[in-house]
């Protein structure tokens, strides 16, 4: 198509193209970081940075990709995904959000936010590049602009059809320029309770900024490997891998100063520690652990409400990276982001029929939990 008149820009069409991320080409992971940067809503867990490690690290053998669309050679939106047999209950083969073992904290996609209706449109109809797969973008913010655009350009698809909103939950979050909901009176019982804790052995620990070097990292998983996560049955940062992911994540975006670490320290060691990753005006809680024998003073909650106000402070917003069962989080924080999976059909009469399947999944589902009286938004 020619220029149009004046000064008006030419139009690009979308590509929307599978790269497989075995061996993806270093250009292509160069144009992958420069969306990020673009990205109409931050995502650092969908950076090359963090998508790399997790998926060398905890690869299962699955065949994965980077879904990507193109504008002539600049890369304008991009989900990691991975093929999988099923999904859920839905017996149909799936490209769905690659979450790395110990769960994926936001899934929302990368979409350059100068092309974002136009590049969501051609995400929402990648269909065609998927082999007649379905597409599950899974823990996506829903509210939203990217999760609003994928909804809206659905509708401009072959298919006409809205997406699925398979479930929903709210977690907690920190818009730019409130503050955390910890109290002087709830910081003054932490205080007094840690001065009884910390009798005779030095000052009252309080908390304070850490440079988030390897150094800490080690002290971190230490903390860890002797608190309450060690009794999970799933794999902890005590794992191998997770040690060398944690590792390659603090030092590939403390390299670009884009980590910050806060801590609650007593007679040189550690009482509490808290990570965030950051990304333009946004931070994104990312791991916590703190020493069960100071429990009585709450140095957790201490650390992570430090940390939030410590990004409050910057103006950044915050997303505590959380499934909803989190209750200190949900009153820690005043605000909510809306989290979901959205399912995007294949085109043609076997998308019809699968979505007619799945909706009415979806619905006995809701009916068999308000019976229940268990929510049918949660994951």
Not at 103 to 120: F, R, V
Not at 183 to 197: G, I, K, Y
Not at 266 to 282: L, N, S
Not at 351 to 377: E, F, K, P, Q, Y
Request: with cysteine; aromatic share 6%.
């Amino acid at each position: 198509m020619g220029e149009f008149g004046g000064d008006r820009v030419p139009w690009v069409p979308m590509r929307v193209v599978l790269h497989p991320l075995d061996g993806i080409a270093p250009a292509l992971v160069s144009a992958w970081s420069a969306l990020a940067d673009r990205a109409a809503e931050p995502n650092p867990f969908f950076e090359p940075l963090y998508v790399l490690p997790a998926l060398r690290l905890f690869g299962n053998g699955r065949p994965t990709a980077l879904l990507a669309v193109h504008r002539g050679d600049a890369m304008v939106g991009a989900v990691p995904v991975v093929h999988q047999p099923s999904w859920r209950r839905i017996a149909w083969p799936t490209w769905a959000t690659l979450l790395r073992p110990h769960g994926a904290p936001l899934g929302t996609p990368l979409i350059d936010g100068a092309h974002l209706a136009d590049a969501a449109r051609a995400l929402a109809g990648a269909s065609g590049r998927l082999g007649g797969g379905l597409l599950a973008l899974e823990w996506t913010r829903v509210d939203g602009p990217v999760g609003e655009a994928l909804v809206a350009a659905s509708r401009g698809t072959s298919s006409g059809a809205r997406p699925i909103l398979y479930h929903r939950f709210r977690r907690g979050a920190l818009r730019s320029g409130h503050r955390p909901n910890f109290s002087e009176a709830r910081r003054r019982r932490c205080r007094t309770a840690a001065a009884r804790l910390a009798a005779g052995g030095g000052t009252v620990p309080m908390p304070h900024d850490r440079p988030p070097d390897l150094g800490a990292v080690d002290e971190f998983l230490e903390l860890e490997r002797s608190g309450w996560k060690r009794d999970q049955r799933t794999p902890g940062p005590a794992g191998s891998a997770s040690v060398e992911f944690l590792r390659e994540v603090v030092a590939g975006f403390g390299a670009e100063g884009r980590m910050r670490l806060m801590a609650i320290e007593h007679a040189g060691r550690p009482v509490a520690m808290a990570w965030h990753v950051t990304a333009r005006g946004a931070e994104f809680c990312f791991a916590t652990c703190y020493d069960e024998s100071w429990k009585r003073a709450a140095p957790g909650i201490h650390v992570v409400a430090a940390a939030i106000e410590a990004a409050a402070a910057t103006g950044a917003s915050v997303d505590s990276c959380t499934d909803p069962e989190t209750q200190y989080l949900l009153d820690l924080m005043p605000d909510r982001v809306e989290i979901g999976s959205l399912l995007f059909p294949p085109r043609g009469p076997e998308g019809v029929a699968l979505t007619g399947a799945i909706r009415a999944l979806v619905a006995s589902r809701d009916r068999r939990n308000a019976r229940r009286g268990v929510s049918g938004d949660l994951p």
